[in-house]
């Protein structure tokens, strides 16, 4: 498969400058097949996500990168942890050899991965045990080495010349700390690739390339997805060196796109923005609270509610802005017991208990729920180790054979088989948030009302749906706290700690 992907791509770029690409693009228009959800109806209002790297999480045939067949036969331990609902990273074919994020085929998947039939079963073994699976998808550009952008840069007169942006000459934009102008190999000129030479942004004010992204997303949703999560949508339209982020034309893409999932029932779609996610929540429906991660973080150390966790909890699009504490991305920040240490793991359960329990549809990161740490350094790389199954090594469990990517450094300690069963354990903890969840749904579909105020050092709330109530109080400090709210006996909370309790209007 390795050899297929090296081979394959420098094949297609042959076959590009050769000028006979075009029978290897696939730009069909794609109805609506698949409208039903194979899912409960509201799955989406409260589902608690994992995001999941699939190269780094089970290898099923002993190469080393984990596949579908891999994923899948983890499905039950992710339906025992309380998970309904998965965020692959990119599985499309990728020119990076790593994350996925060049996307060379948007109609395919990853053969390094399996088999398309490998992937559909996967969804359906998800959705036998209420699981939703929403892709990571790479809206604002491909890979160099995809067969549109080949033709595209092969000749000006190519069909697929305005699917990107070209200019004869560099720009040179001024002030940009970065060259985002890269010179096409192999032929005249410069296209625009914000992030990498391996990496040409879509010309999206193009209606037909948008058009083309539609039609992508219903080739996945026809397959049973349940969903999205747009990369990078900060960067959709560029309109010189000063209008390339946050452009104020990127929310049409967003909402045309929305729209397009609109068409199918019970799915649902987040945008990733690395800040000021409440410009795009009209568009997409839903944008991660990136910066929040950190005030949660905070709080849990200083052992008092801060005010950036207040004014986020207080927000009127609270809800639509999930809660993560970390993903594949340095920006983020590091694994959380790198940040919480060895010592810090009271406060690292309590920052959970926030993420999980406040937010409607919070995102975990594989590992997360037991402590597993970055591969040996702070960076995108190490944050994608591979999971820490058992604490036997090379790998971890991960594969049979040396993973193609060093594990995390803790795995002989922070584990799957060395905590299960383990009460006191970081797996046991996040177990119990997320059966929280699942035993009163309202904690992601009632009305939130917040009854902390910055300082304080019990973070308590309210969520209601009809009759039905539950007082969630979780308890930052080193001593145990007294709640008492309107309707509730007064209730101790042990310190560094969470209660839920339920009751009937």
Same mark, same amino acid.
């Given at each position: 498969?390795?050899?297929?992907?090296?081979?394959?791509?420098?094949?297609?770029?042959?076959?590009?400058?050769?000028?006979?690409?075009?029978?290897?693009?696939?730009?069909?228009?794609?109805?609506?097949?698949?409208?039903?959800?194979?899912?409960?109806?509201?799955?989406?209002?409260?589902?608690?996500?994992?995001?999941?790297?699939?190269?780094?999480?089970?290898?099923?045939?002993?190469?080393?990168?984990?596949?579908?067949?891999?994923?899948?036969?983890?499905?039950?331990?992710?339906?025992?942890?309380?998970?309904?609902?998965?965020?692959?990273?990119?599985?499309?074919?990728?020119?990076?050899?790593?994350?996925?994020?060049?996307?060379?085929?948007?109609?395919?998947?990853?053969?390094?991965?399996?088999?398309?039939?490998?992937?559909?079963?996967?969804?359906?073994?998800?959705?036998?045990?209420?699981?939703?699976?929403?892709?990571?998808?790479?809206?604002?550009?491909?890979?160099?080495?995809?067969?549109?952008?080949?033709?595209?840069?092969?000749?000006?007169?190519?069909?697929?010349?305005?699917?990107?942006?070209?200019?004869?000459?560099?720009?040179?934009?001024?002030?940009?700390?970065?060259?985002?102008?890269?010179?096409?190999?192999?032929?005249?000129?410069?296209?625009?690739?914000?992030?990498?030479?391996?990496?040409?942004?879509?010309?999206?004010?193009?209606?037909?390339?948008?058009?083309?992204?539609?039609?992508?997303?219903?080739?996945?949703?026809?397959?049973?997805?349940?969903?999205?999560?747009? @990369?990078?949508?900060?960067?959709?339209?560029?309109?010189?060196?000063?209008?390339?982020?946050?452009?104020?034309?990127?929310?049409?893409?967003?909402?045309?796109?929305?729209?397009?999932?609109?068409?199918?029932?019970?799915?649902?779609?987040?945008?990733?923005?690395?800040?000021?996610?409440?410009?795009?929540?009209?568009?997409?429906?839903?944008?991660?609270?990136?910066?929040?991660?950190?005030?949660?973080?905070?709080?849990?150390?200083?052992?008092?509610?801060?005010?950036?966790?207040?004014?986020?909890?207080?927000?009127?699009?609270?809800?639509?802005?999930?809660?993560?504490?970390?993903?594949?991305?340095?920006?983020?920040?590091?694994?959380?017991?790198?940040?919480?240490?060895?010592?810090?793991?009271?406060?690292?359960?309590?920052?959970?208990?926030?993420?999980?329990?406040?937010?409607?549809?919070?995102?975990?990161?594989?590992?997360?729920?037991?402590?597993?740490?970055?591969?040996?350094?702070?960076?995108?790389?190490?944050?994608?180790?591979?999971?820490?199954?058992?604490?036997?090594?090379?790998?971890?469990?991960?594969?049979?054979?040396?993973?193609?990517?060093?594990?995390?450094?803790?795995?002989?300690?922070?584990?799957?088989?060395?905590?299960?069963?383990?009460?006191?354990?970081?797996?046991?903890?996040?177990?119990?948030?997320?059966?929280?969840?699942?035993?009163?749904?309202?904690?992601?579909?009632?009305?939130?009302?917040?009854?902390?105020?910055?300082?304080?050092?019990?973070?308590?709330?309210?969520?209601?749906?009809?009759? @039905?109530?539950?007082?969630?109080?979780?308890?930052?400090? @080193?001593?145990?706290?007294?709640?008492?709210?309107?309707?509730?006996?007064?209730?101790?909370?042990?310190?560094?700690?969470?209660?839920?309790?339920?009751?009937?209007?």
């Amino acid at each position: 498969m390795k050899t297929w992907r090296t081979a394959g791509l420098a094949a297609l770029a042959a076959l590009a400058f050769a000028g006979t690409a075009r029978a290897g693009i696939d730009v069909s228009a794609v109805p609506v097949t698949h409208r039903q959800s194979d899912l409960p109806p509201g799955w989406n209002k409260n589902a608690a996500f994992m995001e999941i790297f699939v190269r780094s999480y089970q290898d099923s045939d002993g190469d080393g990168v984990g596949d579908f067949r891999g994923l899948t036969s983890r499905l039950d331990y992710l339906k025992s942890l309380g998970i309904t609902g998965i965020w692959l990273m990119p599985m499309m074919p990728s020119a990076d050899h790593d994350h996925g994020y060049a996307v060379a085929d948007y109609r395919a998947v990853n053969p390094e991965y399996g088999t398309m039939a490998d992937f559909e079963t996967f969804v359906k073994e998800a959705h036998k045990r209420g699981i939703g699976v929403i892709l990571d998808f790479v809206v604002n550009h491909s890979a160099a080495t995809n067969p549109i952008f080949l033709d595209a840069s092969s000749s000006k007169s190519s069909p697929y010349r305005d699917w990107y942006i070209f200019a004869d000459q560099d720009p040179k934009w001024p002030g940009f700390q970065w060259g985002p102008w890269r010179k096409v190999k192999g032929a005249d000129g410069y296209f625009y690739g914000v992030f990498d030479d391996m990496m040409p942004d879509f010309n999206l004010k193009n209606p037909r390339v948008v058009q083309y992204l539609q039609d992508t997303m219903r080739f996945w949703m026809n397959k049973g997805v349940d969903g999205f999560r747009l @990369d990078a949508v900060t960067m959709l339209i560029e309109d010189g060196p000063t209008a390339y982020f946050n452009n104020s034309k990127n929310h049409e893409i967003v909402a045309r796109l929305k729209a397009t999932l609109d068409g199918y029932d019970n799915r649902y779609m987040i945008c990733e923005v690395s800040e000021k996610p409440e410009m795009y929540i009209d568009a997409c429906g839903h944008a991660f609270a990136y910066g929040t991660q950190q005030a949660i973080i905070d709080s849990a150390r200083k052992g008092v509610v801060s005010d950036a966790v207040v004014k986020q909890l207080q927000s009127p699009m609270r809800d639509a802005m999930p809660l993560a504490l970390q993903s594949h991305d340095a920006y983020v920040g590091d694994r959380l017991i790198n940040q919480f240490g060895v010592n810090g793991i009271d406060d690292y359960k309590v920052a959970a208990a926030i993420s999980i329990l406040a937010s409607s549809t919070p995102f975990s990161y594989y590992g997360e729920e037991i402590g597993m740490s970055n591969g040996g350094a702070y960076n995108d790389p190490g944050l994608r180790s591979p999971m820490s199954w058992e604490g036997k090594g090379p790998s971890a469990g991960f594969s049979s054979a040396k993973p193609y990517r060093d594990p995390a450094i803790n795995f002989a300690s922070m584990n799957v088989a060395t905590e299960s069963g383990d009460k006191s354990s970081l797996l046991a903890w996040y177990t119990m948030l997320y059966n929280m969840r699942r035993a009163h749904p309202v904690l992601g579909s009632g009305d939130f009302k917040l009854l902390s105020k910055a300082g304080d050092p019990t973070l308590v709330f309210t969520r209601t749906q009809g009759d @039905d109530q539950v007082l969630v109080a979780i308890n930052l400090s @080193d001593t145990a706290q007294t709640v008492a709210a309107d309707g509730y006996a007064a209730t101790t909370v042990r310190a560094k700690s969470a209660v839920v309790l339920a009751r009937m209007k």
